[in-house]
Antibody, heavy 121, light 107 residues
Framework: QVTLKESGPGILQPSQTLSLACTVS??????????VGWIRQPSGKGLEWLANIWWDDDKHYNPSLKNRLTISMDTSNNQAFLTITDVDTADTGTYYC?????????????WGQGVMVTVSS | DVQMTQSPYNLAASPGETISINCKAS??????LAWYQQKPGKANELLIYDGSTLQSGIPSRFSGSRSGTDFTLTIRGLEPEDFGLYYCQQHNEYPFTFGSGTRLEIK
């Protein structure tokens, strides 16, 4: 059974760095074609794709935030990470991770339940 | 970036009815569009990918179709558990982009 679970700090202050983790099970981050992506959703608003990381450590970022984003993974612990630097209130929302199996397509076939992040002074 | 224009924003329907939700891409995305269902307290669920391929485990009352850059999600014979938010996403090119969502409510 494929599962993904996000974790994060809950609340942080403007200008701080947001660090998120996605712990996966039921598949390996090193399997050919596997990827994990991060997507966020401001409260009451739509979904925004942020970044993907692939089994071979290839990475892709949303250009609208690229300078602030870093995606990485720890394959020994089945985790993917996302950091966002210099956060402000616009970064408040729910952050999701999702799995992509590139051998099937570039859609997210499994999602975590999301983690809420609030940026407030 | 590919802009995804999703409509309607809100949709009210009764159980048993058939409804359609539309997404229009600002340029060609070939067939590469996915549909997701979002419900409170549950992980987002993939319904359709590649425009019309039904994800494993999803009931056959859900279907997807494509005409050029216009994509449609159809639900035939609405069930009570189908009410929620629906999003489309193009997965043809980076950056991936989503539609603005459709809220399907009980009439």
């Amino acid at each position: 059974q494929v599962t993904l679970k996000e974790s994060g700090p809950g609340i942080l202050q403007p200008s701080q760095t947001l660090s998120l983790a996605c712990t996966v099970s039921g598949f390996s981050l090193t399997n050919y074609g596997m990827g994990v992506g991060w997507i966020r959703q401001p409260s009451g608003k739509g979904l925004e794709w942020l970044a993907n990381i692939w089994w071979d450590d290839d990475k892709h970022y949303n250009p609208s935030l690229k300078n602030r984003l870093t995606i990485s993974m720890d394959t020994s612990n089945n985790q993917a990470f996302l950091t966002i630097t210099d956060v402000d209130t616009a970064d408040t929302g729910t952050y999701y991770c999702g799995r992509i199996d590139r051998q099937v397509g570039y859609h997210f076939d499994h999602w975590g339940q999301g983690v809420m992040v609030t940026v407030s002074s | 970036d590919v802009q995804m224009t999703q409509s309607p924003y809100n949709l009210a329907a009764s159980p048993g009815e058939t409804i359609s939700i539309n997404c229009k891409a600002s340029k060609s995305i070939s067939k590469y569009l996915a549909w997701y269902q979002q419900k409170p307290g549950k992980a987002n669920e993939l319904l359709i990918y590649d425009g019309s391929t039904l994800q494993s485990g999803i009931p056959s009352r859900f279907s997807g179709s494509r005409s050029g850059t216009d994509f449609t999600l159809t639900i035939r014979g609405l069930e009570p558990e189908d009410f929620g938010l629906y999003y489309c996403q193009q997965h043809n090119e980076y950056p991936f982009t989503f539609g603005s969502g459709t809220r399907l409510e009980i009439k």
